[in-house]
């Protein structure tokens, strides 16, 4: 079974600009999570999408934003990029329900200049 | 409080011995507890993970003990190799509401030595 894909694998842009980064999870999930993972503050939740709806949201502002499509495919999306946004962006998918084992795919190097 | 507080920061082990890795969390609302490896330019990699009805799992070298009522969790690298050389994530997922959110403790970066 093919793993969650995520591309691009790595992206550069300008203060200002926004991105949109996408993921195709592992055939059957339907649970989509996006997470931030940067040096100083670690693995920080983004959001979760489940049969299109946003299930949860983690602490970051309006600019982050997400959606998933009837094939459970994801993409998220970062407006007015800020130098901080700088980060590795990692999409996990899952089984529908809780507690259920979470696959990471191998996430996307964003970098702002 | 939803925090998950890692330990050490980094370590050094030698060849054929035991890596021991700990976390602690505060909030008691936490029902899963994964352990996670990831390789520099990789996503993190699902080890092992427990639920609180049980204060161990082993599964391979890798073993986890858990205490809860002390609120601590620890992953046992038995006989750890060079290649377990990675950053170590531990996690925990609140119980409240239909997610599958997860909090991540800081990582712990082990080098092992041949």
């Known amino acids: 079974k093919a793993g969650v894909t995520q591309t691009p694998r790595y992206l550069i842009k300008t203060r200002g600009q926004q991105v949109t980064l996408s993921c195709s999870p592992i055939s059957g999930h339907r649970s989509v999570s996006w997470y931030q993972q940067t040096p100083g503050q670690g693995l920080q939740f983004l959001f979760e999408?489940?049969?299109?709806?946003?299930?949860n949201k983690g602490n970051f502002p309006g600019r982050f934003s997400g959606r998933q499509f009837s094939n459970s495919r994801s993409e998220m999306n970062v407006s007015t990029l800020e130098l901080g946004d700088s980060a590795l962006y990692l999409c996990?998918?899952?089984?529908?329900?809780?507690?259920?084992?979470?696959?990471f795919g191998p996430g996307t190097r964003l970098t702002v200049t | 409080q939803q925090q998950v507080k890692q330990s050490p920061q980094s370590l050094i082990v030698q060849k054929g011995g035991i890596s021991i890795i700990n976390c602690a969390y505060e909030?008691?609302?936490?029902?899963?507890f994964p352990w996670y490896q990831q390789f520099p330019g990789k996503g993190p990699a699902l080890l092992i993970a427990?639920?609180?009805?049980?204060s161990e799992k082993k599964e391979g070298r890798f073993t986890i003990s858990f205490n809860k009522s002390a609120k601590q969790f620890s992953l046992h690298i038995m006989d750890s190799q060079p290649g377990d050389s990675a950053t170590y994530f531990c996690a925990a997922a609140p119980q409240h509401g239909a997610t599958n959110k997860l909090i991540f403790g800081t990582g712990t970066l082990l080098a092992v030595q041949p």
């Open positions: 909030n008691t609302a936490f029902d899963y």
């Open positions: 996990a998918s899952s089984l529908p329900g809780r507690l259920n084992e979470q696959y």
């Open positions: 427990i639920r609180p009805d049980v």
């Open positions: 999408y489940f049969s299109e709806t946003q299930r």
